[in-house]
């Protein structure tokens, strides 16, 4: 079954929304046009075919296999314009008796037509009912996600795809998450909806940020969708009171600067298993680093100095986690257009141990900079 549009929509996989017939090869063919959607029933994925014959309209499902075999056969040799709507882009094909010419209309989610490079399926779905994602200006009313916001989506949705990675192993039915500098809360609301809704576990999530305005609007969102164990608290985490219960799972997305250490190093303190913490603006090592040894090279050019002392800021918090006993990996999150900041520091709790940090200490005194985890875990000595 060799045919463009069949692996099109194989490779689409569950984006695809439609495929219209149209414009007869064969004038006595009894239907005009066909109009035909995927469907989930309990045999599985099927197509409802919509046929038209002069004003009548005929309805008949069919299982995928058999659509695709009629679509590469009797559909192939009877339409010349086939078209192909899928999420974020639409495909017209004109079909000649030697070859198929293919256009794609849409955005950047262009169709890969190799279903072996087949994309894989979000966890969070454009056109699923998340109503505080609507709230939030993330979707849009009809459900589809609001250009502004698409890098947003694609952060959030690969964030809840790296959790949903390690939660799958653990077997737990209560859980229990801290995000550090939630802002809008995009993440902490979607999280929240992953654990309730989907995997259906009892879960306590906790949003902090410094902003009040923010933060109300995000309690009130949490109470109108009863989302009861979704709170949200405005405070400065660099001096606030923080919760010490049993927690399970750390997590920043973009928390600024040293907003990033106080969360690990709560994490670290409360012996808490996982951090997922997608750090940002990296201000603290670049404004007090001066030259005086082998890196002065990466410190003469202002932009340079900045992305630098980004990564040594990240490198030194990887080695600090892994002191402490947490074994950790930097991601890429996300892909560098969707955010350029985006590496992710993906720690998990081997065995609480004394951190020795004698390497970190010489750099800290050869450079003369102030690294904030390094200060906090220094102080408990
Ligand atoms: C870039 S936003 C990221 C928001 C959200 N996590 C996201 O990815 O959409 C950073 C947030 O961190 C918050 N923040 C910065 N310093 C903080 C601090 N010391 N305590 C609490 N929140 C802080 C800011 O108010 C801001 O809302």
Request: hydrophobic share 35%.
């Amino acid at each position: 079954m060799e045919f463009v549009i069949c692996d099109d929509i194989k490779a689409l996989g569950e984006k695809v929304k439609k495929l219209a017939l149209s414009e007869l090869k064969n004038k006595n063919y009894e239907y005009s046009k066909i109009t035909s959607r995927p469907f989930n029933s309990k045999k599985g994925l099927m197509w409802q075919l919509e046929k038209t014959k002069g004003s009548q309209v005929f309805h008949e499902n069919m299982t995928e296999a058999d659509f695709l075999l009629w679509l590469s056969t009797e559909g192939k040799e009877t339409y010349r314009q086939i078209c192909l709507t899928a999420e974020g882009t639409t495909v017209h094909y004109t079909v000649f008796p030697d070859k198929v010419k293919r256009k794609e209309t849409g955005n950047s989610l262009k169709v890969k037509a190799q279903s072996h490079n087949k994309e894989k399926a979000y966890i969070l779905k454009q056109g699923e009912n998340i109503p505080a994602l609507v709230d939030l200006g993330v979707f849009s009313k009809e459900l589809t996600i609001v250009k502004s916001k698409y890098d947003k989506f694609k952060q959030i949705n690969r964030f809840i795809e790296i959790i949903d990675d390690v939660f799958s192993k653990l077997n737990k039915d209560e859980i229990t998450i801290l995000d550090f500098g939630c802002g809008k809360s995009y993440l902490t609301f979607i999280v929240y909806y992953y654990f309730t809704e989907i995997k259906k576990v009892k879960a306590k999530v906790i949003g902090y940020d410094l902003k009040e305005d923010v933060v109300k609007n995000c309690n009130e969102i949490a109470e109108r969708y009863g989302y009861t164990d979704l709170k949200f608290y405005v405070n400065d985490v660099t001096k606030g009171e923080l919760y010490e219960g049993d927690i399970d799972m750390v997590i920043t997305l973009h928390a600024c600067d040293i907003a990033t250490d106080f969360a690990l190093y709560h994490a670290i303190e409360n012996g808490v298993p996982h951090i997922f913490s997608v750090p940002c603006c990296q201000h603290e090592i670049c404004s007090s680093i001066k030259k005086g040894g082998d890196y002065d090279l990466l410190l003469s050019h202002g932009l340079i100095k900045e992305r630098f002392s980004a990564l040594l800021t990240d490198s030194i918090r990887a080695e600090i986690l892994k002191e402490c006993g947490y074994e950790v990996d930097i991601i890429e999150f996300v892909d560098f257009a969707h955010s350029p900041k985006n590496l992710m520091l993906r720690c998990k709790l081997k065995k609480k141990k004394a951190p020795q940090l004698q390497s970190i200490k010489e750099l800290t005194e050869k450079y003369g900079f102030t690294q904030k985890l390094f200060e906090l875990i220094g102080k408990e000595k």
